[in-house]
């Protein structure tokens, strides 16, 4: 079993940057897919981005790509969310996921456990 913890939200300015992270317990933080979604207020939760369980494979929403990057530590059980050129329709509470099967990326059902979220604002 996996608990994820995020932290790193707060309140932005339009073409600032945050960096999301998100802590994971447990001895096999190594062996699960990873990724962040978020969800705005109203809409459902979307799929931002994914890493392979070696970091070696990163995927994006095609609403972030160029502008997020995603990371792991596999020795310290992080996961990191660097958001870059942030925009307003980037405010939304999100969320870290794992997964351990094969599946979708973008789907929610394809993830085991998720973290409580984190606030992200972002003003014009």
């Known amino acids: 079993q996996v608990q994820l913890v995020e932290s790193g939200g707060g309140l932005v300015q339009a073409g600032g940057s945050l960096r999301l992270s998100c802590a994971a317990s447990?001895?096999?933080?190594?062996?699960?897919?990873m990724a962040w979604f978020r969800q705005a207020p109203g809409k459902e939760r979307e799929f931002v981005a994914g890493?392979?369980?070696?970091?070696?494979?990163?995927y994006y929403g095609d609403s972030v790509k160029g502008r997020f990057t995603i990371s792991r530590d596999n020795a310290k059980n992080m996961l990191y969310l660097q958001m870059n050129s942030l925009k307003p329709e980037d405010t939304a509470v999100y969320y870290c996921?794992?997964?351990?099967?094969?599946?979708?990326?973008?789907?929610?059902?394809?993830?085991?456990?998720w973290g409580q979220g984190t606030q992200v604002t972002v003003s014009s």
């Open positions: 996921a794992a997964r351990s099967r094969g599946g979708s990326w973008m789907i929610v059902s394809s993830y085991d456990y």
């Open positions: 447990g001895r096999t933080f190594s062996s699960y897919s």
């Open positions: 890493i392979s369980a070696s970091g070696g494979t990163t």
